[in-house]
């Protein structure tokens, strides 16, 4: 049997990497109200999901605006792609 | 939010603000009243692409400046072509198959119709079919809003292909020159797109007040 992917097995860190799949690149913003999370919270899954390199996180500003892009990686997409079949199999 | 809910979200969202209909709508209805007047220097392509580039920069500024810091930015992904090519020839995937069949026809439309308005060429035509050009164009349209009213489920998109349809059944039975009425009947659907992204537009600025740091 595949070994489940635990660090998008989380159903809020699923949440993010499958809005990001759908996405070129989406700010903090954007995450936060999609997901309903906490800015805390938020912040800490996006760690997470950084640390295990599925996803980048640019900081920047727009004018005088700071404003934080998340990208999901070519490993991260790798990954979810990967999650998606390891459970449809397993459901099957 | 389901899983495929979610992956499809992005999308929804660059289209649910309104900012692409309006500034496109807008763009081609004044382009219409221009061709109408035959104040559109005609002959000269890049005249023609123009307006589509400054448009593009509209929507991103609008998005960026507007939209953003009321209700967050995201660009949905581009679809990607799956071309393998291997001994045995090239291999292209279902999804990409018709992704490239739907944008050939698409560009094929358009640039018809840039070639045929601006160069005055449907009085060239067998008579009987230059009061089918509109006919043609007007079901071609409502088709193509009958089908993006289905796929984002919303009215606003069925009223414009039910104006399409009535357009076109007016510019068969109208009996003024087949040119003016394709141009008239796309002006003013140009204007109905415009105006339904303009209503969105100021809805979604209504239901989401830009948020204060």
């Known amino acids: 049997m595949s ?3 635990r660090i998008i097995h989380e159903p809020a860190r699923l949440l993010i990497v499958a809005l990001l799949a759908g996405a070129k690149e989406a700010d903090f913003l954007f995450l936060q109200r999609e997901t309903k999370l906490t ?5 800490s899954h996006l760690i997470k999901l950084e640390e295990a390199e599925y996803i980048e996180i640019e900081k920047t500003f727009r004018g005088k605006i700071p404003l934080t892009l998340v990208r999901l990686t070519s490993r991260g997409r790798e990954a979810f792609q990967g999650y998606r079949k390891t459970m449809n199999g397993l459901l099957r | 939010m389901k899983v495929q809910e979610a992956i499809d979200r992005p999308s929804q969202r660059w289209a649910e603000d309104g900012v692409v209909e309006m500034t496109l709508g807008v763009q081609l209805f004044l382009m219409g009243v221009l061709c109408l007047s035959w104040k559109l220097p005609v002959g000269i392509p890049w005249l023609t692409v123009l307006p589509f580039l400054i448009t593009g920069r509209v929507i991103q500024l609008l998005k960026e400046r507007v939209v953003a810091p009321r209700a967050g930015y995201v660009v949905p992904r581009e679809e990607e072509l799956e071309i393998r090519v291997s001994s045995q020839g ?7 198959q018709r992704m490239l069949i739907i944008t050939g026809a698409l560009v094929v439309w358009t640039l018809g119709l840039l070639v045929l308005i601006p160069n ?13 050009v509109g006919v043609w164009i007007a079901v071609s349209l409502a088709f193509w809003f009958a089908w993006i009213a289905w ?4 009215s606003r998109y069925a009223w414009l292909a039910a104006l399409a349809l009535a ?6 039975v ?5 040119l003016s009425n394709v141009l008239l009947m796309l002006t003013c659907l140009a204007g109905g ?13 209504q239901a989401n007040p830009r948020i204060e740091e």
């Open chain 2, 120 to 132: 005055r060429m449907f009085p060239h035509l067998p008579g009987r079919w230059q009061g089918m």
């Open chain 1, 3 to 5: 070994e489940v992917d």
């Open chain 2, 167 to 172: 357009l076109g059944g007016w510019a068969y």
């Open chain 2, 90 to 96: 090239i291999k292209i995937d279902k999804a990409s």
């Open chain 2, 174 to 178: 109208s009996h003024g020159d087949p």
């Open chain 2, 193 to 205: 797109v415009g105006m339904a992204g303009a209503v969105r537009f100021r809805s979604f600025l």
């Open chain 2, 151 to 154: 796929r984002q489920k919303t």
């Open chain 1, 39 to 43: 800015k805390g919270n938020l912040s």
